[in-house]
């Protein structure tokens, strides 16, 4: 099973490309399993960008999966499906 | 007179001729801070509701913040109010950063008044204390960046010198174009240009050395000491945060991801090719420096070059993510450079990018509908996607030469007169910012209720809803929406009053402002009360619009974003459920049918 995923701004930055075509094995595709499956591909550097809060607490990334954010789905235990677009986006804004 | 003021304002009488120094009144600086506040108020208490956009009497203020000047994080804006919009018809207002308005300050006042129209083209100089007219007929038809080259150095200090100007779209009365300073730096929405140049005034020249003392200075500099750890540390605004790094131009994969990227004048909200035209790829590809405001530890701002190929440009600055949204997707067109090259052209001539880009995108769709007849366009070849038109159009718009004396109108006025208003992504005439509103529903309400009209900065919901700053809420719904509305609206006029940055707001909080405007000014301040000042400010700039004629009928979006559900995308089938929350939005404010009621008014001090 397949999944996109997109880096955003300093994350990609870590991963060196846009974005992956993801091979997930079935029973292995929730969001949380996803993360630690990229973690193991993209080394310290990544996790150290990816996993935990600031101090103050905002989260290192935000994960959409097509465009909705996971806290608003099953969080890190939402099932990722075939096809399925997950965005990991670092703190940034504008204006 | 309280700390951080000259305590003085400069009334020009362009009619006349008669300059006059007239002292800021300590009671209104209390109840208004500065800035937009202060602005509001002296346009209030000569309001008229007959008023018309280049009548004499349509005054155009430049007022800095207590926080202007000082060392106060970001401490280097200013605010330019006037009396009618040309664009909108409500009460004109932006704001703009740069160094102009720290040097106004170091020049001896804390506010300029212009009334009246000149006969002949005319600049201000205030150097250190010293006010003059003198004449600018040499200088009339210059572009920005010409001008501010020519008046730069004048007094013999260009680091203590900053030039406010206009560019030729603003003298040929354009309604959509803005007041630039520092060359790239702009007030530009609802066309203050157009009011300046009516004016006959072609730039305002400000040198100066002489810093003003806040009240308390070491209570002052410990409260900024907290708030500068806090921007720094900050993942957004530090030193290595996505602002500094990226720009505002790391949204548009952000909004593109969320389908709330505005494209082909919002009838999508996701483009494919959005990545070619994204922060990460302006870094990638063009970037060559950044630069900050005065006074600022953020330095968002990007230095840019194109240096070959059909869109070079060299040694520019930007763009902005809406620049890139409203040429860009919104026009159909994927090539950053000449994104960069669109952008460098608005900025010389001196026109709102979001409003040129908006009008173009609304000419290309009005010509694929066949509204527009193809002889009417002289040759453009408006279409979706195509770049030289694109390029083309903005020159036309500046100089009103051949069609482009069509999109001067306006998207407003262009739709309206080819027969298809609907087509127009307007509020109030205002064309709307680079977030798609069917799928992030704070923002759609924002863009109906702001007083200025279709307007992001007027009450920035993004934060919350898509940035998760200060806490995370879920875009497609409604439920609290006019609350964080309303608190996000107020925050924004108290911030523009004060003089900072909007941008510390995703580091900062109203105590960290109330505590370092407190030390500044000697005024006894606090959250609240803040917020209560932000809130006489946006309910005073309502007031004025109501007696305008403005009231419920114009707090609404485009039929489009109600009626015609996102196409396809991250956010196929969404809507914008406005008409939902418009009622709960005026409740929580104490206003009927979009009027403050009196005892909303009496309550705010405005009755």
Known sequence: MKVIVKFLATIRQITGEPLIEFELRPGNNTVWETMRNLEFRYGPEFKEATAGSYPGGIPKIRILVNGRDIDFLDGTGTELKEGDVLVLVPPVAGG | ?607
């Open chain 2, 1 to 607: 007179m309280l700390g951080a003021y000259t305590g003085k304002m400069l009334e020009v009488d362009l009619g006349s001729g008669k300059l006059s120094d007239v002292p800021l009144d300590e009671e209104m600086a209390k109840t208004y801070l500065g800035g937009k506040g202060l602005g509001l108020k002296l346009v209030y208490d000569e309001f008229r509701p007959d008023m018309q956009p280049f009548d004499p009497d349509n005054l155009l203020i430049f007022a800095t913040g207590p926080a202007t000047g000082l060392k106060i994080p970001t401490g280097g804006r200013y605010n330019i109010v006037c009396s009618k919009s040309p664009q909108t018809g409500t009460v004109g207002s932006g704001n703009s950063g740069g160094k102009w308005g720290p040097y106004l300050k170091f020049a001896g006042y804390d506010a300029v008044l212009f009334r009246g129209i000149s006969k002949t083209p005319v600049y201000l100089n205030i150097a250190d204390g010293k006010a003059e007219l003198r004449d600018a007929s040499d200088l009339w038809g210059l572009t920005v960046f010409a001008v501010t080259d020519e008046l730069s150095e004048i007094n013999g200090n260009p680091k203590k010198t900053s030039v406010a100007c206009i560019g030729p779209a603003a003298e040929n009365l354009i309604p959509f174009t803005g007041i630039m300073n520092d060359k790239y730096r702009t007030a530009g929405r609802t066309g203050l240009g157009a009011v300046m140049g009516s004016k006959k005034l072609k730039a305002v020249v400000v040198t100066g050395s002489k810093r003003v003392e806040p009240a308390n200075p070491d209570l002052l500099k410990e409260r900024v000491r907290v708030s500068m750890q806090k921007i720094r540390e900050n993942p957004v605004t530090g030193p290595k945060g996505g602002l500094h790094t990226y720009g505002t131009a790391v949204l548009v994969n952000i909004l593109n991801e969320h389908g709330a990227y505005p494209t082909r004048n919002f009838r999508e909200a996701y483009f494919p090719e959005a990545d070619e035209q994204s922060g990460e790829t302006l870094v990638e590809k063009y970037l060559t420096g950044r630069s900050g405001c005065w006074g600022c530890p953020i330095i968002c701002g990007r230095k840019s070059d194109v240096p070959e190929g059909p869109y070079s440009v060299r040694d520019s600055e930007g763009p902005e993510y809406e620049t890139i949204f409203v040429f860009g997707s919104n026009c159909g067109i994927t090539e950053l450079d000449a994104l960069i090259k669109a952008n460098h052209l608005c900025d010389e001539f001196g026109l709102d990018t979001i409003s040129m880009g908006g009008t173009i995108a609304c000419a290309m769709e009005l010509v694929e509908s066949g509204k527009i007849p193809e002889e009417k366009l002289q040759g453009l070849n408006l279409r979706f996607g195509d770049v030289g038109a694109m390029l083309d159009a903005i020159w036309r718009t500046a100089y009103k030469a051949g069609f482009g004396a069509d999109l001067a109108l306006g998207s407003k006025k262009l739709a309206e007169k080819y027969g298809a208003p609907e087509l127009s992504m307007t509020v109030k005439g205002l064309e709307l910012p680079a977030y798609d509103p069917r799928p992030i529903q704070g923002i759609g309400l924002n863009y109906a209720t702001a007083n200025r009209g279709g307007d992001h900065v007027y009450g920035y919901t993004i934060s919350p809803e898509i940035l998760g700053l200060p806490e995370k809420l879920d875009p497609a719904s409604i439920e609290d929406k006019p609350r964080w509305t309303i608190l996000l609206q107020d925050l924004a006029s108290a911030v523009n009053s004060a003089g900072v940055c909007l941008f510390t707001t995703f580091a900062l909080g109203l105590p960290e402002y109330a505590g370092m405007l407190e030390a500044a000014t000697g005024q006894a301040l606090d959250a609240d009360k803040l917020l209560k000042l932000g809130e006489r400010v946006t309910n005073l700039e309502r007031l004025m619009n109501n007696m305008y004629g403005f009231d419920r009928k114009q707090d609404t979006l485009p039929k489009r974003l109600l009626k015609e559900p996102v196409p396809f995308g991250p956010a196929k089938g969404q809507l914008s459920r406005v008409p939902e929350m418009i009622d709960e939005y005026y409740r929580l404010r104490g206003w009927v049918d979009g009027k403050p009621t009196e005892e909303k008014l009496k309550e705010l001090g405005l009755a």
